[in-house]
């Protein structure tokens, strides 16, 4: 026989796992969902070479995010030096701001993942560089563990026949 606390646990737990169980429906996993940092960048040339990034010093960091709400964004930073103490950027000489602001890379928008094809696209809403907004990348994913990489597709953005592929753990 049923004790009346159990009766009224399973009166209250029930409903609620239920309710946890419908929002888990409304909401389709999208594995991307979280925050990754960068472990790697490299060009892959159409001659089959590797290199590292060329336009990034070493060491560079970076961080991609794919909100739940199908927000992402994505930030990369080369090496660059600190400003000296109480440096002000806005008072250095405009050859001086560009070399910070060429080390750094980002842009954010809306993203969608095709579970099928196991590619995302990112659809540019404001990037560093005026010339991304309203651009889509499309981007090859493959998870292994805590770790994604993202590969262009060739072809898709750059016309030399060259693509990208970076790594990325989750954090």
Do not use: C
Not at 65 to 94: C, H, W
Not at 106 to 123: E, L
């Amino acid at each position: 026989m049923l004790k009346r606390r159990e009766v009224l646990a399973a009166g209250i737990a029930l409903p609620m796992a239920a309710q946890a169980a419908s929002a888990k429906q409304l909401r389709p996993r999208v594995p991307l969902i979280g925050a990754w940092s960068l472990i790697d960048a490299m060009t892959v040339h159409k001659d089959g070479r590797t290199s590292p990034w060329d336009d990034l010093v070493r060491p560079y960091n970076g961080l991609i995010v794919y909100e739940p709400n199908g927000m992402m964004s994505v930030q990369i930073a080369s090496a660059r030096s600190a400003l000296p103490e109480g440096g002000d950027f806005t008072k250095l000489p405009v050859a001086q701001q560009l070399a910070y602001l060429q080390s750094y890379y980002a842009y954010y928008g809306r993203y969608a993942f095709d579970r099928m094809q196991s590619v995302v696209t990112h659809f540019v809403v404001s990037s560093l560089d005026p010339t991304e907004i309203g651009v889509a990348y499309r981007r090859q994913v493959k998870l292994a563990g805590d770790v994604v990489t993202l590969t262009t597709i060739p072809g898709a953005t750059d016309t030399s026949g060259n693509h990208n592929v970076l790594s990325w753990r989750r954090v």
